[in-house]
């Protein structure tokens, strides 16, 4: 049984939407402002659920609630105390096609999508966000090169618990530039003074050296030949000390003038491996990296990123744990922008994800126990639910064609595992091409006159009185007709579930 779309034009007939059998579940669902997207995709979701489908809705202005006509988990995210929170962090743990790297990708992936739309210095920011993500997981102790780090025999708790979060990278971020800006003349002093008491102890030894040398020649009955023996050995290790003390102070006076000039003249970045220690677990940081002074500016920059994301108040380790018995619905309608997109991108990751470790969903056994087994007779178990879709995708229709873009990835791989999206924006070329060729239900719903040739352009429907039959109103005045493909692959106008036509 599917949902039923009659046909305007031909009574009788209707195009059945069946997300049991579909080879290709997606669906998206386009039209203007106020055209009935939004309460075309609840009744759909109210379908599915009947279905017994899970859902996961991201929504991400608070409109696609069931007012009680089906249960919701709902899960939301709230600036201050908020109950749930989200860690981009997350990784698949798969040694074939997930781990931490494969984590930076879609980390920077949400950077780009927010803070550094048409950014200029976004190469080089793109060089030093990846490797302070890198250096994140490496706090926590997971290296991507070495599998046996990332935490495969943990359970979820203790994973949890292992996993770096956006304050870990705002608190890296902040040690990077205390040592850098302030540290570096507190660290030089702690240089000096280390090196100042071997100093003292090799000057020590040098005068009780010359005083062995001045006792020798005070003995009267010496023995010439042992005498002399003596003064080589002594002698050689005065010469030995004292180029010692000598490439000791060298070196600090060159250390000492690359600070000053570094600090005051605009000169290189002085060479910090000698001040390298382990103080707060940092020992293994590149400073050298971190402390050129272009990279540094773009550091600043994304301090304030991080403190952006960090007084959204919703990243953490808290994540929310589905529901199989209901929609969940995660509301991101409180969070500005930029953290809304990172939660989105995270939920719709962890879902990936999910399904991914769950496995192929046809070699899943069947049965009805919920999640891990196959219904009997489904291609799809489990849909993901986005509204205004297009706020989540990249600004250029170059970067949308990306294939490892996240939503390109879950688009074109998900159904292998179960798993179908519903997608909703206001023209069909707000998709990525990807999304145009792995969608198996389109509808269109009124669209408005400057919208129509794109949306001509992508059905390639000639005919300007099938785009007229999409402004009837029902009875209250809403638009109630859609355009859908029928098996034959042809554009029919269908009524919409409150058409009382
Ligand atoms: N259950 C309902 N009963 C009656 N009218 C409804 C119901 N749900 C929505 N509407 C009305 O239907 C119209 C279409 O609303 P909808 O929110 O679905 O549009 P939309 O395509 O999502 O628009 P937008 O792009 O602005 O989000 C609106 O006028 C709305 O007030
Ligand atoms: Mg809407």
Known sequence: ???????????????????????NGHIAITGGSGAGKTRLAKELMKHLYEKGKNLHVVDVQNTLGMNGLVPEEVFDFEVRNSP???????FLLDE???????????????????????????????AVLRRLIIDTYRKAGIVDSDPSTWGLDLNKKEMNEKLPIVADMKELVDYILDFVSGGYGTKFGSIVSKNGKILNEWHNQLAKLNEELRKLEEVADRDE?????????????????????KGNVESMVSHFKQYLEYSFLGGDVPAYEALQSDEAGYGWLDFKFYSDKDRLKVIRTIETYLQALSSAGVFGRSTPAPSFSKINRYNLSSLKDEPRLFCADTIASKIFRMLYVRGEYRSLPEGTRPFWERRPGTTTDTYLVIDEIQTLLPDTAAEARNKNLLYNRIISQIRNFGGGVMAMTQTPDNLPELFLTNIGTMIILYTAPNDLPRVKAVTGIKDNRIFQLLETRNSQGH???????DRSGVWQCVKMPWADL
């Open 96 to 126: 074939k096609n997930g781990g931490p790297l494969a984590q930076v990708d879609d980390i920077m992936e949400m950077f780009r999508k927010t803070f550094m739309k048409r950014l200029k210095s976004a190469p080089l920011m793109t």
């Open 84 to 90: 749930y929170s989200i860690n981009p962090f997350e």
């Open 1 to 23: 049984m599917g949902f039923e779309f009659p046909l305007l034009l031909n009574p009788g007939k209707s195009i059945v939407l069946n997300t049991d059998t579909a080879q």
């Open 479 to 485: 638009y109630c007709v859609g355009l859908m493909k």
């Open 225 to 245: 030949e042992v005498a002399e023996a003596e003064r080589l050995r002594i002698k050689g290790e005065i010469v030995d000390l004292q180029q010692h003390i």
